[in-house]
């Protein structure tokens, strides 16, 4: 199977910055699509943004303009750059992958990270 591990997360001031990454390991044969998901007490699990493997992005409206999401498919990782935070950005955010495993990626699989923490507040 495949694990995903992320980390970044903290807490930061409004206007603040941080960077979350997340590496995937495992029978990995490729990954098609990786992205970066959040839950906030009492909301429901949202999109925050997703990257194919050629590149093409995209990105919730609340974020679009402040988050910056990229990979490196040399070491199955993917990576959330997140500017001018609010504190509505105040979540556990989640990494996603989807791909197949071996090298014949016969079996498919769709694997989540354990989640990291990210506090905005003054």
């Known amino acids: 199977q495949v694990q995903l591990v992320e980390s970044g997360g903290g807490k930061v001031r409004p206007g603040g910055s941080l960077r979350l990454s997340c590496a995937a390991s495992?029978?990995?044969?490729?990954?098609?699509?990786m992205g970066w998901y959040r839950q906030a007490p009492g909301n429901q699990h949202e999109m925050v943004a997703t990257i194919t493997a050629s590149g093409g992005t995209n990105y919730a409206a609340s974020v679009k303009g402040r988050f910056s999401i990229s990979r490196d498919n040399a070491k199955n990782s993917v990576y959330l750059e997140m500017n001018n935070l609010k504190p509505e950005d105040t979540a556990v955010y989640y990494c996603?992958?989807?791909?197949?495993?071996?090298?014949?990626?016969?079996?498919?699989?769709?694997?989540w990270g354990q989640g990291t923490q990210v506090t905005v507040s003054s």
């Open positions: 996603n992958a989807d791909g197949a495993l071996g090298s014949d990626y016969a079996v498919p699989f769709n694997s």
């Open positions: 495992g029978s990995i044969g490729t990954i098609y699509n």
